[in-house]
């Protein structure tokens, strides 16, 4: 009788299996909430490359495959947590011992944490944006601006096309309407006519354009704002825009609303590095 009390798995035993399995669900929940979290990092950094154009620009999508699989981990942990959660009530019904041997779950997801913990590691490290180096010949020779006309142009290092594809990913992400792509040498090849790629994109933001527009009715003249994306003779992609100074000077805008078109810059930069 004394053999069979000690098989007895009491009310304590049953409250610490409880105990360690909602400890499991709480890290569950912990792992998904990060996971999710690291999944949208990518684009908080994208944004943060968007808005500093003296920092080169750096891909972050594999912040969303690291984010996912700390959500599918939290989900593995909460799901294999109730299994392990329900055999072990069903042992202490049957009076078994179920403790003689490691946490099996806790093994994995520690295993599966720090082998994605380092590749992270690696991954941030790799990924850090980096000042650019200024350097007055390489600054002279990918940017040109001509004072008199307003234009400025910007070396792309893509391809026109790329370029193109480049400018529009930005501009989605930030929320931008793109109103229309003009194929300029897409035209002239239906016209039997040969022209090296340019391309010219019109896009625009009522919130910013319409105080342009209420100050100095004659900037309706220049919006919504415009980038021409054209290959020379010599293969080289070129990057063009209005300056926002001299759209400033051209239709005589306060000082304060030139941020509105000064977003302009930052675009073709992040686009063509």
């Not at 808005?51 to 984010?67: C, T």
């Not at 590691?121 to 350097?135: E, G």
């Not at 930030?174 to 792509?181: M, T």
């Not at 400033?248 to 030139?258: D, E, F, T």
């Amino acid at each position: 009788m004394a053999v069979a009390d000690q098989s007895q798995a009491k009310a304590s035993d049953y409250l610490a299996v409880e105990r360690t399995f909602l400890a499991w669900i709480r890290t569950g929940i912990a792992l998904m909430g990060l996971g999710f979290v690291l999944a949208r990092f990518g684009l908080f950094l994208q944004e943060f490359n968007f808005n500093q154009p003296n920092v080169r620009s750096a891909h972050y999508g594999l912040s969303i495959w690291f984010g996912t699989t700390l959500i599918f981990l939290g989900v593995f942990a909460a799901v294999f947590s109730l299994i392990r959660y329900l055999r072990l009530m069903d042992h202490l019904r049957k009076g078994q011992d179920s403790f003689s041997h490691a946490s099996t779950l806790g093994i994995v997801v520690a295993i599966i944490l720090a082998v994605l913990g380092l590749a992270m590691s690696f991954y941030l490290i790799f990924t850090r944006p980096t000042p650019q180096t200024s350097n007055p010949q390489n600054q002279e020779n990918s940017m040109l601006s001509n004072p008199e006309n307003g234009i400025v142009r910007l070396e792309s290092h893509h391809s026109a096309e790329d370029t193109v594809t480049r400018l529009k990913g930005i501009l989605e992400a930030k929320g931008v309407k793109l109103f229309i792509v003009v194929d300029h040498s897409g035209e002239a090849e239906k016209a039997g006519l040969t022209m090296p790629p340019t391309k010219l994109l019109i896009f625009g933001n009522p919130k910013a354009g319409t105080p342009l527009m209420l100050a100095s009715p004659s900037t309706a003249l220049d919006l919504p704002l415009k980038i021409l994306v054209a290959e020379d003779a010599g293969g080289k992609t070129w990057i063009s825009y209005n300056a926002p100074a001299f759209l400033q000077a051209r239709h005589n805008l306060p000082a304060n609303l030139l941020p509105n078109i000064a977003v302009i810059e930052a675009l073709a930069t992040n686009a063509a590095q």
